[in-house]
């Protein structure tokens, strides 16, 4: 373990070691972040002694994306939210601004020194250890990603940065290098697969033995996970996190059953009902929309802030010792689809049709057919066969069968021929929505 005393603290002790801190994050919001002063004093706390400790936090309004950029100004391009001075501050990541201008994630010192803490508590669990050597895909250089790559160094691995859109110079270090662990998506680890099988490479017999998945749901799916590592001859755990929080905020241990929390005395987290917003207990099973708080903060500190991450909890205790929840990602609420009033998740799709391996190659594409989160039964999803296989009619009724059973909804499946949807090298697209009218 990276951090012992940390790591294995009994999760009933948690909260109470964590109150201090809470009590003076809120105290510093206060004093130094308009949004925050404004925000609770909204919301009927006058300062930070009528807020109280963690087992108050519930009263507190929700953070949502929106308000965050809703702070803006071109005075203030980062939000109202910035709570430090800017000569404090000493890095500013970016997103990538798909939905509009980019949002920029300031960090002091000390924050990004307990970003490299927690993201070395998450690698760290997957039993990479100093001497190891790891080839990564990530182009992170912008984006809170690169967190990840201090903490790499931070651990003694020794790293082989590639990027995405470099296959064939990532293979090239792969054959040439012979590293010990590869980093990417799991959409990207299948389509390296895919690629090196249509060109006769043998990657199970490489020098990789480990493979840390991120960036997106599906390194936990049973099949994607079965289909990764037999082709690879590697074991895959996988690790979360959110930029505006920190990167890897969980992480998967080697007994692969579920993420641990890594952020532990440095953040805190609930799970709550993503639409009533109350709170759910941390019980075997639970599922729910994660919430994150600060607690050791200074820059951009947020409160009570909706990741739109939706998980399923393992409470129970793990071989390794760590001793806080682990989570499964089953999707983002925000990907969400509702079909006649049934929550359809895009990744649970693919798991399912995933069982149909290896008659299917396991890349699927969903394709409403109006725009707006809801549908109209039957769902269409095209569904692509494997390399060399015919479908039939059959095939496409026992899929839809199987969607009907297992997520309760109608859906109509599109059987299309093995390379017939896009791959890619970074995060997989499930929806289409070009049809959509």
């Known amino acids: 373990m990276h951090n012992v005393a940390a790591e294995t603290l009994p999760w009933d002790k948690q909260s109470s070691a964590d109150d201090p801190a809470y009590r003076e994050q809120i105290a510093w919001l206060f004093e130094h972040s308009p949004f925050y002063r404004g925000k609770l004093e909204k919301a009927g706390f006058r300062d930070a002694t009528s807020v109280g400790g963690l087992a108050e936090i519930a009263a507190l309004p929700f953070t949502e994306k929106d308000e965050l950029r809703q702070s803006r100004t071109p005075d203030n391009p980062i939000g109202t939210h910035r709570a430090a001075a800017m000569e404090d501050i000493i890095r500013i990541y970016s997103t990538s601004g798909t939905t509009g201008t980019p949002s920029y994630i300031p960090l002091t010192g000390e924050d990004l020194s307990n970003w490299v803490e927690i993201s070395c508590r998450s690698y760290g669990a997957s039993g990479v250890r100093r001497g190891h050597m790891i080839v990564s895909t990530y182009n992170a250089g912008p984006f809170v990603a690169g967190v990840t790559l201090d903490a790499f160094a931070a651990l003694g691995l020794c790293h082989v940065p590639v990027g995405a859109g470099n296959t064939e110079r990532l293979m090239s270090a792969v054959r040439l290098l012979r590293p010990d662990i590869l980093a990417c998506t799991p959409s990207y680890a299948l389509h390296l697969a895919e690629w090196a099988a249509e060109r006769g490479i043998d990657i199970a017999n490489s020098a990789i033995e480990r493979i840390l998945v991120a960036g997106e749901p599906g390194g936990g799916e049973p099949a994607m996970r079965a289909r990764i590592e037999e082709a690879w001859n590697a074991k895959v755990t996988e690790a979360m996190g959110i930029g505006d929080i920190s990167v890897s905020l969980w992480g998967e241990c ?184």
């Open 254 to 437: 080697e007994a692969q059953q579920g993420m641990h929390f890594s952020g532990r005395g440095i953040v805190h987290f609930e799970l709550i009902d993503p639409d009533s917003g109350a709170p759910i207990p941390f019980e075997d099973g639970a599922e729910g929309e994660l919430v994150y708080t600060h607690l050791k903060h200074r820059a951009a500190p947020l409160l009570r802030f909706r990741s739109r991450d939706h998980v399923r909890i393992q409470a129970g205790p793990c071989s390794c010792g760590r001793t806080a929840p682990r989570v499964r990602c089953i999707g983002r609420t925000d990907d969400m689809m509702i079909v006649r009033g049934v929550n359809v998740f895009p990744t649970a799709v693919r798991e399912v049709i995933n069982e149909f391996s290896p008659t299917v190659s396991g890349v699927i594409s969903i394709r409403p057919q109006t725009k707006g989160v809801k549908q109209q039964p039957p769902l269409h999803i095209a569904v692509e066969l494997a390399e060399g296989i015919a479908g039939d009619g059959a095939l496409a009724e026992n899929i839809r069968k199987r969607v009907r059973d297992k997520l309760v909804f109608t859906s109509a499946i599109d059987l299309v021929p093995w390379g017939t949807l896009p791959r890619t090298d970074y995060k997989s697209k499930l929806v289409d929505w070009s049809a959509a009218q």
